[in-house]
C-alpha cells in the first residue's frame, strides 16, 4: 500500500462514477473530468475615487477571488492541479491579477482600511497559488515526474515569459529568495523557457525603439539599417507631444525599465540571454539620447496640474537609476562574477568581454559618468588586476581616461554616491499608495521599491562661493518662491548637489529638519569680522605701555639705550631686587606647629586643634618609642638653606658648611685610594684569572662543561710513568680515529676485508 501512494501523480489513476450511466469507471489522476465546475471572477484594481458604491463593488467582487483562490489552495494535491490544468476561468483571473494589480509606483488606492485589508489578503493568495503551481513535489506521497511537470506548466501555459515578468515586480522585493527558487526550478525542469527568454529580447528592444520614436529620435543602427520613407511626417518631440501622451510615455519607460531590473535581480541568468545580443550597449545608446529629452520636457513644460508634473518627474528619476543599475548587473553576472569565482578556466575571455563593453560604451558621456558615479569603474579595474595579474594596463588606463573625459564633458564634478544598495531607500508601497508590508509572512513588501539618489553628509564636495552661488542661482531660478537662505540649507544638507535638492523638493522628501523650515527662510546676511586689534591676546595687555587700550602713557619710563646719568657699574651694582628676594625666602625659616590665639579677657589656647584632614592610622603605634634615639634627633627640623645667590656674602654658619664639604671629600678620596689610577700595567695573573673566571661563567650560562684535562705527557722518558698517564694515552690511542685523518688504517682494513682491494 506504502508504494501505491508513492506513484507520481502522473502514472496514478483513480475510479470514479460515470455521470450518465452510474457505473464506476477507471481514470487516469489528472483528466478533466476530475475538474469542479467553479467560475473564477476577473480582478478588477481598486477604485480611484474613492465612491462608496465602487469600493462595496470592488470588495464584493475581491471577496469571491479570495474566497475561490482560499478553497483552491485546500485542494488535495491531485484535486489541486486538475483545477489548475483544466479550468481556464482560473488562469484569467490570475492572469487579470498579474495585469492590473498596483505596482509599486502607482498610487491609486484609497485610504479605506477595508480596501487596504482586501488587497493583502488576494496579494498573498494570488502568490501562494502561484508558488503551489511552481512546486513539482509537495511531499513524498504528492509529487509529479519533473519531465512530466515541465511538459504540463508549458504545454498549458500555466507560466509564460509575461507572467514571470509580472511576479517578479510584484513579488520580488519582499520574496526574492522565494521568488528566485521558483523560477530556477521553472527553468531547470523546462529548458524551453530559456529560447522563449531568447526571443523576448527582440521585444525588449523594440520597446527600446518605439520609446525613441515617440521622442523623434533614432539610434544610429536603426537609422543606418532602417532609412527614412519619402513623404513620412517628422514625429513630434517630447517637448510638442501633449500632456497625455508625454504621461503614457513616461508610464511606459518607469514600467519597462522596473519590470527588467527585476528579472535581471531575481534570476541572475537571464542577464547572459539579453547580453548575448548586445543589449547593454543598445540600452546605452538609448539612456543617451531619450533620458535627457525627456528629463527636459518633464521638467520646462508648464504642467496645469503641478501634482502630475511632480509624479512624472519621480518616475522619471526612478527610471533612469533603474538603468544604471540594469547595466550594472548584465556587467556583473557576465563579467565579474565568473572571474571572482574562478570557476571557469578561460577567465581571460571574460576580462577580454569587461574591457571589450567599456571601450565600446566610451562614447556614451552622459551614461558613463552617471554609471561610474553609483559602481566606480575603477573599483571593478582593481579587482580584476587581483584575480588577473595578466591584465593589459594600457587598455585599463585607455577605459579610466576615457571616463574621466566623460565627467568633463558632461560638465559635473566628479564626486560619488554612495553604492546603491547601501543608499537609503524610499518604498514604493505594497501595489497600493505606498503602504509598506502588502501581505505578512511570505508577500510581505513584495514590490517594487522607489531609491532616491542620496548623498552623504560626509561625502559632500567642498565648493567654493562662486559655485555655490551658482548652484543657488540654479535651483532658484526653478523655485523662486523659495527664500535663498532655505535652498543653501537644503544644498548643505545634499552635499552641494543641486539635482537631488530639485528631485525632493519637487517630491515633497525633505529630510525633517529641512521641512520644519521655513521655506521663505532669507539669506543670513554676513557678520563683519572685528578688529584685529580688538580680538588680540597678549601677555601685556592693559600694563603701563599698552598703547592699545591707554590713551596716554608715561614716556618719561621709556626711553632708548642707557639712561641719562647712569653707568653701567653702577648698574650692575645695584642689587636692590635681590634684597627684596631675601625677605622673602627668610620667611620660609619661622616653622610654627601650633598658631596661638588671643581671646577676650586675655585667654590663649591654640587653635586648630581638631583637623579633620587628620590621619589617625598609626596613633595606636608608638613609633620611635624603642629606638635609642635622642629626643632632640626625633623633634629637630632640618634647618632651612638659604639659595646660593642670596647669600651676600661669608655669615655665621658657613665655617660648619665648609666642614661638612670636607668630610664628604675626605670620603671620596678614601674610596678613589682602593683604585690606583696611575696603575698602568696591572698583574698579569690577576689578569689570566678574571679571564678564566669569565670565561667559566660564561660556560655555565651556556651549560657546557670543559672536557677534564688528560695527564697524556706524563714525566720524562725512562723513569715510568704513572697509572693516569697509561689510562689517558691508551684512551687517546682509541678514540684519535674520530678527528682527522687518524681512522685511514681502520678504513683502509675495512675495504680490504669486503674485497675492495687487492691483496
Given at each position: 500500500m506504502a508504494t501505491a501512494q508513492r506513484v507520481p501523480l502522473d502514472e496514478q489513476q483513480t475510479t470514479e462514477p460515470d455521470d450518465q450511466t452510474g457505473r464506476e469507471r477507471v481514470l487516469p489522476a489528472l483528466h478533466p473530468a476530475r475538474m469542479e465546475d467553479r467560475c473564477f471572477v476577473l480582478y478588477q484594481p481598486p477604485p480611484v475615487t474613492g465612491s462608496a458604491a465602487e469600493v462595496e463593488a470592488f470588495l464584493e467582487q475581491a471577496q469571491f477571488i479570495a474566497e475561490d483562490l482560499d478553497w483552491l489552495l485546500a485542494l488535495p494535491h491531485d484535486r489541486f492541479w486538475c483545477q489548475v490544468v483544466f479550468d481556464e476561468s482560473l488562469q484569467k483571473c490570475l492572469d487579470s491579477y498579474l495585469r492590473l494589480a498596483p505596482r509599486g509606483l502607482d498610487c491609486t488606492l484609497p485610504a479605506s482600511p477595508a480596501v487596504m485589508d482586501m488587497q493583502k489578503h488576494l496579494h498573498r493568495s494570488v502568490f501562494m497559488t502561484f508558488l503551489r503551481m511552481a512546486t513539482h513535489k509537495e511531499s513524498k506521497e504528492n509529487f509529479i515526474t519533473p519531465a512530466v511537470f515541465g511538459e504540463i506548466i508549458y504545454n498549458n501555459f500555466l507560466f509564460?515569459?509575461?507572467?514571470?515578468?509580472?511576479?517578479?515586480?510584484?513579488?520580488?522585493?519582499?520574496?526574492?529568495?522565494?521568488?528566485?527558487?521558483?523560477?530556477?526550478?521553472?527553468?531547470?525542469?523546462?529548458?524551453?523557457?530559456?529560447?522563449?527568454?531568447?526571443?523576448?529580447?527582440?521585444?525588449?528592444?523594440?520597446?527600446?525603439?518605439?520609446?525613441?520614436?515617440?521622442?523623434?529620435?533614432?539610434?544610429?543602427?536603426?537609422?543606418?539599417?532602417?532609412?527614412?520613407?519619402?513623404?513620412?511626417?517628422?514625429?513630434?518631440?517630447?517637448?510638442?507631444?501633449?500632456?497625455?501622451?508625454?504621461?503614457?510615455?513616461?508610464?511606459?519607460?518607469?514600467?519597462?525599465?522596473?519590470?527588467?531590473?527585476?528579472?535581471?535581480?531575481?534570476?541572475?541568468?537571464?542577464?547572459?540571454?539579453?547580453?548575448?545580443?548586445?543589449?547593454?550597449?543598445?540600452?546605452?545608446?538609448?539612456?543617451?539620447?531619450?533620458?535627457?529629452?525627456?528629463?527636459?520636457?518633464?521638467?520646462?513644460?508648464?504642467?496645469?496640474?503641478?501634482?502630475?508634473?511632480?509624479?512624472?518627474?519621480?518616475?522619471?528619476?526612478?527610471?533612469?537609476?533603474?538603468?544604471?543599475?540594469?547595466?550594472?548587473?548584465?556587467?556583473?553576472?557576465?563579467?565579474?562574477?565568473?572571474?571572482?569565482?574562478?570557476?571557469?578556466?578561460?577567465?581571460?575571455?571574460?576580462?577580454?568581454?569587461?574591457?571589450?563593453?567599456?571601450?565600446?560604451?566610451?562614447?556614451?558621456?552622459?551614461?558613463?559618468?552617471?554609471?561610474?558615479?553609483?559602481?566606480?569603474?575603477?573599483?571593478?579595474?582593481?579587482?580584476?588586476?587581483?584575480?588577473?595579474?595578466?591584465?593589459?594596463?594600457?587598455?585599463?588606463?585607455?577605459?579610466?581616461?576615457?571616463?574621466?573625459?566623460?565627467?568633463?564633458?558632461?560638465?559635473?564634478?566628479?564626486?560619488?554616491?554612495?553604492?546603491?544598495?547601501?543608499?537609503?531607500?524610499?518604498?514604493?508601497?505594497?501595489?497600493?499608495?505606498?503602504?509598506?508590508?502588502?501581505?505578512?509572512?511570505?508577500?510581505?513588501?513584495?514590490?517594487a521599491q522607489l531609491d532616491e539618489p542620496r548623498v552623504d553628509k560626509g561625502a559632500a564636495c567642498t565648493v567654493s562661493t562662486g559655485e555655490l552661488e551658482s548652484l543657488l542661482t540654479h535651483v532658484k531660478d526653478l523655485f523662486p518662491d523659495l527664500g535663498e537662505g532655505f535652498i543653501l540649507a537644503c544644498l548643505q544638507e545634499y552635499g552641494n548637489n543641486s539635482e537631488i535638492v530639485i528631485n525632493n523638493i519637487l517630491e515633497d522628501n525633505l529630510s525633517p529638519a529641512l521641512a520644519k523650515l521655513d521655506h521663505n527662510l532669507p539669506r543670513p546676511a554676513k557678520e563683519e569680522k572685528p578688529p584685529i586689534l580688538s580680538c588680540r591676546s597678549n601677555v601685556f595687555d592693559d600694563d603701563e605701555f599698552d598703547v592699545f587700550n591707554r590713551d596716554q602713557v608715561d614716556t618719561s619710563r621709556i626711553w632708548r639705550g642707557r639712561r641719562k646719568g647712569e653707568s653701567a657699574r653702577a648698574l650692575l651694582n645695584d642689587k636692590t631686587h635681590i634684597a627684596d628676594q631675601r625677605a622673602r625666602y627668610q620667611a620660609y625659616q619661622i616653622v610654627v606647629d601650633e598658631v596661638p590665639v588671643v581671646k577676650d579677657e586675655g585667654t590663649t589656647f591654640y587653635g586648630d586643634d581638631y583637623d579633620d584632614e587628620y590621619d589617625d592610622t598609626y596613633d595606636d603605634n608608638q613609633v620611635g618609642a624603642n629606638d635609642r634615639d635622642e629626643d632632640s634627633e626625633l623633634l629637630t627640623r632640618r634647618p632651612f638653606t638659604t639659595p646660593m645667590v642670596l647669600r651676600s656674602g661669608r655669615r655665621e654658619g658657613d665655617g660648619e658648611d665648609e666642614e661638612n664639604e670636607d668630610e664628604e671629600e675626605a670620603e671620596d678620596e678614601e674610596k678613589n685610594d682602593a683604585v690606583k689610577r696611575d696603575q698602568f700595567v696591572q698583574d698579569p695573573a690577576v689578569l689570566r684569572e678574571r679571564a678564566e673566571a669569565r670565561r667559566a661563567a660564561m660556560w655555565s650560562r651556556r651549560g657546557f662543561k670543559p672536557e677534564p684535562s688528560g695527564n697524556v705527557a706524563g714525566g720524562p722518558r725512562g723513569q715510568g710513568q704513572s697509572k693516569e698517564t697509561v689510562l689517558e694515552r691508551r684512551k687517546k690511542e682509541a678514540n684519535k680515529s674520530a678527528r682527522a685523518n687518524h681512522n685511514r688504517r681502520v678504513m683502509a682494513d675495512r675495504k680490504r676485508s669486503k674485497a675492495m682491494i687487492p691483496f
Open positions: 509564460d515569459i509575461p507572467k514571470i515578468l509580472d511576479l517578479c515586480v510584484l513579488y520580488g522585493k519582499g520574496n526574492g529568495h522565494l521568488i528566485q527558487k521558483m523560477i530556477e526550478n521553472i527553468f531547470n525542469q523546462q529548458p524551453s523557457y530559456y529560447s522563449d527568454l531568447d526571443e523576448t529580447v527582440p521585444t525588449v528592444l523594440q520597446v527600446l525603439n518605439t520609446i525613441l520614436e515617440r521622442c523623434g529620435l533614432r539610434m544610429e543602427e536603426a537609422a543606418s539599417s532602417e532609412p527614412l520613407k519619402l513623404g513620412s511626417t517628422t514625429t513630434r518631440t517630447a517637448m510638442e507631444m501633449s500632456t497625455k501622451d508625454l504621461e503614457d510615455l513616461v508610464l511606459y519607460l518607469c514600467d519597462t525599465c522596473t519590470t527588467l531590473y527585476a528579472l535581471f535581480d531575481i534570476f541572475p541568468p537571464a542577464c547572459s540571454a539579453f547580453q548575448s545580443h548586445g543589449f547593454l550597449s543598445r540600452l546605452a545608446s538609448f539612456y543617451e539620447l531619450a533620458v535627457p529629452d525627456i528629463e527636459k520636457a518633464v521638467k520646462k513644460r508648464n504642467f496645469d496640474d503641478k501634482s502630475l508634473q511632480e509624479d512624472l518627474w519621480r518616475r522619471v528619476s526612478h527610471s533612469r537609476k533603474k538603468i544604471i543599475e540594469i547595466a550594472h548587473l548584465l556587467i556583473q553576472h557576465t563579467c565579474l562574477q565568473p572571474i571572482l569565482e574562478n570557476s571557469s578556466e578561460n577567465i581571460h575571455l571574460f576580462v577580454e568581454d569587461f574591457l571589450q563593453i567599456f571601450t565600446s560604451l566610451l562614447q556614451e558621456k552622459s551614461f558613463l559618468a552617471d554609471y561610474d558615479e553609483q559602481f566606480p569603474v575603477a573599483d571593478d579595474v582593481s579587482l580584476l588586476q587581483q584575480a588577473f595579474p595578466l591584465l593589459d594596463e594600457t587598455r585599463t588606463s585607455y577605459i579610466l581616461q576615457g571616463i574621466e573625459c566623460a565627467w568633463e564633458s558632461v560638465g559635473r564634478k566628479k564626486h560619488r554616491l554612495p553604492p546603491s544598495r547601501a543608499t537609503p531607500e524610499l518604498n514604493e508601497g505594497d501595489g497600493a499608495c505606498g503602504e509598506r508590508g502588502l501581505a505578512d509572512g511570505l508577500a510581505g513588501g513584495a514590490e
